[in-house]
């Protein structure tokens, strides 16, 4: 018996990277894991489904709201609920001067990295409602604290996924869906590795109180714990999973 047996749990942007190893985790604990990815999730769902786990794709774009209506419906159609919401598909960034980024570059961060979530939300708000331990889960990042230069828009839409969490959980605590943020430290996946070469990821680690790099899979630990029934009493709450890089 796993703990998630006969959960379904939906993970945006689970074909690669930090969803993958989200979506991973959660099957291995019993979850029925539905993936909505822009590009094709067939690898995932084969390393799940050759572990013996259960997962299915669809393709979708969460900027969309007709796009997220027509996958959450076939969702409803396919599993008649939801139990979790793993808010993950995004974009990473490059790094450029404040005022050197265009309106419109900033506005592509703010409808992936914020509009997506909530739009996502939005339409998943209608499956959680049927079931008794709903969650959400944003993955949001520690850039908003720590104010990274060079990466305003980015920084400025993960700062709204953190007044998204706050305003839902306070909006939905009474229909019992608890809503919590997490925060990778910088962990190489196919997002962050256009951007930085080895020596940056060395750099951060070496800043850390645990000298290691931190993995997909540890960010996927703690996806698990605040979507467990452990959880249940922890609402609005924001976790940072960095070995210790960023202390608050
Ligand atoms: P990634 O680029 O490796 O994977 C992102 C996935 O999201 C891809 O499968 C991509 O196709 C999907 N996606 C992108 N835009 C989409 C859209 N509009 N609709 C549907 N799917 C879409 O990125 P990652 O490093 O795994 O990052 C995942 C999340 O974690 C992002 O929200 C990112 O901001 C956050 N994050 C990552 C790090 C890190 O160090 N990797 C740190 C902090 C926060």
């Known amino acids: 018996m796993g703990r998630f047996d006969g959960r379904v749990m939906l993970v945006t942007g689970g074909a690669k990277g930090l969803g993958k190893a989200i979506a991973k985790r959660l099957a291995t604990d019993g979850a029925q894991v539905a993936i909505i990815d822009l590009v094709a999730a067939d690898e995932a769902v084969s390393e799940i489904q050759s572990a013996g786990g259960m997962a299915e794709a669809f393709l979708g774009d969460v900027t969309s709201e007709t796009a997220m209506e027509t996958a959450l419906q076939q969702i409803d159609a396919r599993f008649g609920k939801l139990d979790v919401l ?3 598909a995004g974009i990473l960034s490059p790094r450029k001067a404040w005022n050197v980024w265009t309106q419109d570059e900033i506005r592509k961060f703010v409808d992936i990295n914020f509009f997506g979530y909530w739009i996502t939300a ?3 708000y209608p499956l959680l409602k049927k079931v008794e331990h709903p ?3 944003n993955i949001a990042s520690r850039t908003f604290f720590m104010g990274n230069p060079g990466q305003l828009p980015y920084v400025a839409a993960k700062g709204a996924v953190q007044g998204l969490t706050w305003c839902l959980a306070r909006e939905l605590g009474d229909e019992g869906i608890t809503v ?3 925060m990778p430290g910088m962990v190489e996946t196919p997002g962050t590795a256009q951007y930085n070469q080895e020596e940056a990821y060395n750099r951060v680690m070496n800043n850390q109180a645990i000298k290691q ?3 997909p899979e ?6 698990a714990f605040v979507a467990s029934d452990d959880a249940k009493m922890i609402t609005g709450q924001t976790f940072i999973c960095d070995g210790g890089g960023y202390l608050h």
């Open 122 to 124: 939005k339409y998943a």
């Open 180 to 182: 919590n943020a997490v």
């Open 218 to 223: 540890d960010l996927a630990d703690l996806v």
């Open 86 to 88: 793993v808010n993950n």
């Open 213 to 215: 790099r931190v993995l």
């Open 135 to 137: 969650r959400i889960v």
